[in-house]
Nanobody, 121 residues
Framework: QVQLVESGGGLVQPGGSLRLSCAASGSIFSIYTMYWYRQAPGKQRELVASVSEGNFTTYADSVQGRFTISRDNAKNTLDLQMNSLKPEDTAVYYC???????????????WGQGTQVTVSS
């Protein structure tokens, strides 16, 4: 059984920094693209950043230049370094990964439980 577990959320003042981490565990053959999503109260879940197996990264316009996504393929971990945080970054942040559990079987998407990030003075 595959599990994604996020950590690192919390309360931070505007302009501050936080680093989120996501650890994938269980029976994993290969992890493909990994993502960070977020969902603010009353809003739809939105894609924040992604990183491919080969470390190609993409970012939402709203976080470009402030957030950095990275992964460690050896440890099956995903990080999100968030700098210059703004109140509008307040949301529950979710880790998502496309994973093949057994070789030559269909990949599927897995989600973490989410971690709360609150940016407020």
């Amino acid at each position: 059984q595959v599990q994604l577990v996020e950590s690192g959320g919390g309360l931070v003042q505007p302009g501050g920094s936080l680093r989120l981490s996501c650890a994938a565990s269980g029976s994993i053959f290969s992890i493909y693209t990994m993502y960070w999503y977020r969902q603010a109260p009353g809003k739809q879940r939105e894609l924040v950043a992604s990183v491919s197996e080969g470390n190609f990264t993409t970012y939402a316009d709203s976080v470009q230049g402030r957030f950095t996504i990275s992964r460690d393929n050896a440890k099956n971990t995903l990080d999100l370094q968030m700098n210059s945080l703004k109140p509008e970054d307040t949301a529950v942040y979710y880790c998502n990964a496309v994973i093949m559990v057994v070789a030559n079987t269909p990949m599927r998407s897995y989600w973490g439980q989410g971690t709360q990030v609150t940016v407020s003075s």
